[in-house]
């Protein structure tokens, strides 16, 4: 009876419908991917057109599944509204995923949809990302139109924009977007021109800060310390100070930026004092400190510290042994690196995206085969463009281009985009290959996906076409240049000197310094291999740094005719530049105070000695000047030196002066008799042979009798007889 009269329970839509967002809210905060269990109930109780709940499941989708799962889902849903477009249009900017997201923003706006602030920034992030400047200038338009230029959202993503994409807009301007510019907004600022190596506008912001009352927190000196290993120790030990003086709290990641700032200064002993100011240590902390240890080529600290990781239970992750293994790719150790390789394994570690491409770089560098590094590379879940990237610089490395140029073109059937590294590693593989072909169609590519705004796929592109005879074309590339170095024309001039256009090469100085790119190394004027337009280069740069002295030093020592040329060969002077190099030396340090290194001894002593040898020929020559033998060894020496001119001048006139080589001979004392064979001798070779064919048959005759000891010493006579005639007939051969 009870059982007929009790309530039946009913399923409640909404109430199932409260669960599932409770559900799907809380594995959004945590970053759960158990939470899509709901997503088939969903469907199966009807409420697959829920817009709160599939907004909630794009979220987690984009989360825990990637942009491709998110971007499926979010395709198929019926009805769409702002939160849902700004879902998966910040999930692509957030992977890097760029040029989708601007799709995306596209497609939102022709929806008839309203973008909001969130979904603004995030278009002016992908803007910023892909230098899209236009782009993100009409993105800032639809800002002001909506009323939104004082949102701090989009004041900091507009800073961003600007301060990477227009160089023309002064970066302390760019306040202007926000009333009131709060600690956040300049360390955005900084932190965009540190990315875009805007080093010393950087530095402006930073003291424009100060004076406007702003503070400094961890975070900005996080950014700004990263600027020292390009500006150096001095730099880093004065913010370091500064950190000290603002009372900013030392903790684990500013920490860790000290130390790391110090490492890369190559201040190891610094570094640890830093590191144990305070007792708090993480593993990002303890890797820091064994990539310093790497970094510095002291392999034994690295491995130490490893251990003393461990001993005080602080577990290693993949970027521990990524750096572990670049530690043996630094010293070329196979045996170190398979060590590390096995604990790799060990942990299950091997198919991680750093750990993975760590490997592949240290079997590239350190195993004479590409096996292992092509397995390493198979054992990757997902490679990414340096996975790819290092696979295809490796296989060019060990000498394999035509697989090297496959391996591109697979990466790009996979989908993976090439960055700016793997475009200069694949036309530097053209050019070894000498296909212009696959250069034109590459270069079409890059300009397609404007990647040519970067230098250094635009100095590959220069390298490539002027390495492959087409200086047009190269010429053409540094036009179309947005910033030039002095690499771009570096590789030109020697491209065209290799081609035997000295002329033309020689010209590249003028073009470089009418684009105002300042010479500060050496190597533009010594590949045209003129001194003389060397010296007048040289002379040009202000204040000369230590490449651009080695650079000098090591041009006057290979053009070896480095002293006072000798008298008889007044026409192929060069006389004095023994002198200037010495010069040059010692007034590196008295003064420019730039301490000379190993090269610049180096330098000194190939110039010394290709001097020294010079000079004792013109002595030698002065004391018998029809001695033929010096005037061979003066002519060798330029050979030696890349002069062959000026030795096929030394030998002609030798021959002027009717001097002759002295025919080649040898010599052999047999039982105190010395036997002379000379190369000009008129012997017989009929004669020898028979001589010799008499002498081996009368050996094996004699062979087969007589006593051991007179077997034994006419065995010994019959030998130097032998050899008399052997050396003999090799003199004359």
């Not at 109430?15 to 905060?29: A, G, I």
């Not at 023309?168 to 600690?183: C, I, N, Q, R, S």
Request: hydrophobic share 40%; glycine share 6%.
């Amino acid at each position: 009876m009870l059982c007929k009269t009790a309530a039946t329970p009913t399923f409640s839509p909404c109430r199932f419908q409260e669960t599932c967002l409770r559900v799907l809210s809380f594995c959004n905060s945590n970053s759960l991917k158990e939470g899509v269990c709901v997503h088939s109930p969903i469907i199966k109780v009807g409420l697959k057109d829920d817009l709160y709940l599939n907004n909630n499941l794009l979220s987690l989708y984009a989360k825990c599944f990637g942009v491709r799962q998110a971007r499926h889902l979010f395709d198929e849903m019926p009805y769409k509204d702002v939160v849902s477009w700004t879902t998966v249009l910040s999930a692509h900017t957030r992977n890097k995923h760029h040029f989708e997201a601007l799709q995306l923003f596209d497609m939102m706006l022709g929806s008839g949809q309203y973008p909001n602030e969130f979904t603004l920034s995030s278009a002016l992030r992908s803007c910023s990302a892909l230098g899209e400047f236009e782009c993100g200038a009409q993105i800032h338009a639809s800002v002001v139109k909506l009323g939104l230029e004082q949102n701090p959202v989009l004041g900091t993503s507009l800073i961003d924009l600007y301060t990477k994409c227009d160089s023309t807009v002064e970066p302390y301007k760019l306040l202007a977007f926000m009333e009131d510019g709060d600690v956040v907004s300049w360390t955005t600022m900084i932190s965009s021109l540190v990315e875009t190596s805007k080093w010393n506008e950087a530095l402006q912001i930073y003291v424009k800060m100060i004076e406007a009352g702003v503070y400094p927190n961890e975070f900005t000196f996080v950014k700004l310390l990263g600027l020292s290993s390009f500006l150096g120790l001095g730099y880093g030990k004065l913010l370091h100070a500064q950190i000290i003086r603002f009372g900013v709290e030392l903790n684990l990641v500013l920490k860790t930026a000290i130390v790391d700032m110090y490492a890369k200064c190559r201040r190891m002993e610094d570094a640890i004092k830093v590191s144990n100011q305070t007792p708090e240590f993480d593993v990002c902390l303890w890797t820091t400190i064994i990539s310093g240890f790497t970094q510095n080529l002291q392999v034994k600290d690295a491995v130490n510290a490893f251990l003393d990781m461990e001993m005080y239970g602080i577990l290693p992750n993949n970027f521990t042994y990524a750096s572990l293994l670049n530690t043996s790719s630094s010293i070329l150790s196979l045996e170190l690196g398979k060590q590390f390789h096995s604990r790799v394994i060990f942990i299950g570690l091997e198919d991680d995206i750093y750990v993975g491409n760590a490997l592949v770089d240290m079997y590239m560098k350190c195993s004479h085969t590409t096996t292992d590094a092509l397995k390493a590379f198979r054992g990757i879940a997902l490679p990414n463009v340096i996975s790819w990237t290092s696979l295809i610089a490796g296989f060019a490395e060990h000498g394999f281009e035509e697989e090297s140029f496959q391996l591109f073109v697979e990466m790009q059937a996979a989908g993976v985009q090439p960055n700016s590294f793997t475009l200069s590693t694949i036309l530097g593989v053209c050019n070894k290959m000498n296909s212009l072909v696959q250069t034109m169609k590459l270069h079409g590519h890059i300009i397609k996906t404007k990647a040519d705004i970067d230098i250094a796929v635009g100095n590959a592109l220069v390298d490539a076409y002027a390495g492959g005879g087409m200086v047009d074309e190269a010429w053409s590339v540094i036009g179309m240049m947005n910033h030039r170095d002095p690499i771009t024309y570096t590789s030109l001039a020697t491209r065209l000197n290799q081609r035997g256009d000295h002329e033309t090469a020689l010209k590249v100085n003028t073009h470089m310094c009418n684009d105002e790119v300042k010479m500060d190394e050496f190597s533009l004027a010594t590949s045209v291999g003129n001194m003389h337009d060397a010296y007048k280069a040289f002379k040009d740069i202000d204040q000369p740094d230590a490449v651009s002295w080695n650079g000098l030093i090591s041009g006057l020592a290979s053009n070896g005719h480095v002293s006072h040329a000798l008298s008889a060969f007044d026409d192929m002077s060069h006389g004095g530049l023994l002198d200037m190099g010495l010069e040059y030396f010692y007034s590196m340090e008295n003064t420019y105070h730039i301490t000379p290194k190993l090269d610049h001894y180096v330098c000194l002593v190939d110039l010394l000695g290709r001097a020294l040898g010079e000079d004792m020929a013109r002595r030698c020559l002065e004391l018998d000047p029809s001695d033929p033998a010096i005037y061979l060894l003066l002519a060798n020496l330029y050979d030696n030196a890349g002069f062959s001119e000026f030795g096929e001048k030394t030998r002609r006139l030798m021959r002027e002066r009717g001097l002759r080589r002295t025919p080649g001979q040898c010599w052999m004392e047999v039982r105190s008799k010395i036997h002379v064979f000379s190369a000009r001798e008129k012997i017989d070779e009929d004669m020898i042979n028979e001589k010799l064919e008499f002498l081996i048959t009368e050996f094996k005759n004699r062979r087969l009798r007589g006593d051991a000891d007179k077997v034994s010493c006419e065995r010994e006579e019959l030998f130097v007889k032998l050899l008399e005639l052997s050396f003999g007939q090799i003199a004359l051969a």
